[in-house]
């Protein structure tokens, strides 16, 4: 029977937070606690390691990890797993190009998919995996350009101009993309200097019902039976690339209780933010994201409703969001505790009650109010917005923004439209991934009936957009009318600039017009917003590196980190939960669910069924710290070799994004051993098998 998330669901995670503030939850006045910490590859914890683990990684096994990683564009983490190129990440991360490279008559997404050789592999449309290559602290550059005279906006264009400079001397010496990161909130900026690879190819990819087993009800659950893994291989000049760095498939995979790292990307934490700051995400960012959520889950489902064609197009989306749906569901939950609230209260208070004791660190003391002050301001504007979700809508907003952007310098741009990041924005402007009228429509004429609950009907913008229609009127007459479905007008009218845009007929092109001002106006409000409360971190940073030094890391940015721990299952109810299931549990549990979807198994396990070895390890868990971003990350022991693949977390593990626990709370991978099973016995890929063994 299907659980409603909000009952059973809901008492685990509270159970979990009163677990974890038990245990002595108190981020960021001491040292990080058990195995948490996503941790930079230029400040690996080697000590901590050392000490805790009898292990010190040399700054070749760093280097090697570190090149052998890989980031997608869609959101989520890989590694290269052979020498030539070939790239395993989650079935997940790759369901965007699964779903573009999808037809009516070829549901790759649903259905899987294997290239037998290398001229039937698919080029992906408009994929984008970045190889991080080098890191470089230019803090004192980033904060040389910010003088304590300026006002929070010019701030804010001063440090943009700063880090868009150093991200185009990078660019045009090294031809590497190159991005300034924040990190410690605004304590340090380092740049990273990524290889991009654009000639991406889908290898192989198994069922939606294998790798998603069991669907939302099962997401974020443990134990899990998922084959959450695709392929691909990176080309270059036509070729499969030769990748020096690559991650050794290891014999057995990871075994209980021995210590794994997590190389990944993980999305965005939020541990350094002040109690003010984690209220504004409880009480209104939080329930504002679980109603559009929602409100997208229930529109994509009735979108579905209506034939299969209609339901394959919004399948993707409507997993994404039922993903986001349950993973914010988890967040508020735990903020919602008033005992983590407590810790917070007191960690923050005796971190301030240090200010008065130092007359060197008073200087500090203003930054808490600082940020309050913004929450108050953020809560004003959060419902306001100045942008549509509709495809065709995004195309043109970017070409607008692209044409005006252009006229400036590259330091004056916003970062988007720098000249270092224009290689991966023409890739997505100009992708020829399909585009489904009918489902644009739909999105558009939800999002525009928003616009209008928010603004409110007689406000003169709403006037504007709606054109003496209605939302389902007005989104039918652009979504008709629009010529940007066709790759080549695109590119016309971002070759023709600022007066092709300008001049434009094309009815989407004159709704984003239309819709500029008040984009701008509200983007410049919450860089201003940005700025104030980046200086503020900035100060609470450094009185934590001048209290405690720098050997701690900071919030996650969507970048290459490590992280480690044991794996290790742990105790539920008073109930042992084992540390890995096993292929022969997936027919078990299929079968206590009378094989009803979502826990029936594709036809090709039941046909491979007998030549399963049924005691495989499936998927497992393990203590290190993760989060969103980190899907498709590997599992790699002291040898780096490939153990394993990361691609969930359980739902003890939901309020990450604030803070870490691993009393209960585990971070999910695939076995590498199931891997190799089912690519050997169920899918019959042999010349992948014979690759990953070189």
Known sequence: MKRVAGVVYANRVVI???????????????????????WLFNNLPKQLLRERY????????????????????TGGSASFVSSRGLVITNHHVGSDVLQKLSTPERNYYRDGFYAKTLEEELPAPDLELNQLV????????????????????????????????????????????SDVITLYGGGRYHLYRYKRYTDVRLVWAPEMAAAFFGGDADN????????????????????????EHFLRWSEKGAADGELVFVSGNPGRTRRIYTVAALKHQRDVRLPLMLDLLRRREILLQQYGLEDEEAQRQAQEDLFSVQNARKAYTGMLLGLQDPRFMAAKEHEEESLRRRLSESPQLAKFAKAWERIAQVQQRRAEIIRQTATFRSQLYQIAETLVLLAQEDTKPSAERLREFRDSARPSLLQQLFSPAPIYPELDRTLLADSIALFVERRGGDHPLVAAVLAGKNPQERAAELVAGTQLADVEVRKRLAEGGLAAVTNSSDPMIRLALEMNAEYRRLRQIEEELDEIEQQAYAEIAELRFALYGT??????????????????????????VPPWTTLGGAFAHEERHQARPPWKLPE??????????????????????????????????????????????????????YFY????????????????????KIYHADRILDELGK
Not at 17 to 36: H, N
Not at 159 to 164: E, I, L, Q, S
Not at 661 to 680: G, N, Q
């Open 220 to 243: 974020f659950e443990y134990p899990r039976y998922c084959l959450d893994v695709c392929l691909f291989r990176v080309y270059e000049e036509g070729k499969p690339a030769k990748t």
């Open 134 to 177: 080098s890191i470089e602290d230019v803090t004192e550059r980033v904060r040389a350009a910010v003088r304590p005279e300026m006002s929070p906006a010019e701030a804010a264009a001063a440090r943009r101009a700063a880090m868009a400079t150093i991200e185009k001397e990078s660019f045009d010496r090294t031809g590497l993309r």
């Open 551 to 576: 050997t701690t890391y900071p919030d996650a940015t969507f970048t290459l980190r490590l992280s480690f721990g044991p794996v290790k299952g742990y105790v539920e109810n008073g109930k042992p």
């Open 661 to 680: 626990s691993d009393e209960v709370a585990r971070a999910v991978a695939v076995h590498s051993s199931a891997i190799r099973e089912a690519l050997e």
């Open 16 to 38: 979990s937070v009163a677990i974890m503030l038990c245990a002595g939850l108190c981020v960021g006045l001491r040292q990080a606690m058990a195995d948490e910490g996503m």
């Open 604 to 657: 090709s396990w039941h046909r491979a069924k007998d030549k399963l070895d049924p005691d495989t390890p499936f998927n497992f868990v393990c203590t290190a710290d993760i989060i969103g971003g980190n899907s498709g990350s590997p599992v790699i022991n002291k040898n780096a070799e490939f153990v394993g693949i990361i691609f969930d977390g359980n739902i003890q593990s939901l309020t990450a994004d």
């Open 54 to 73: 009898g292990f010190e990684p040399s700054d070749e096994w760093a280097q090697h990890v570190m090149l052998a990683s890989v980031r997608f564009s």
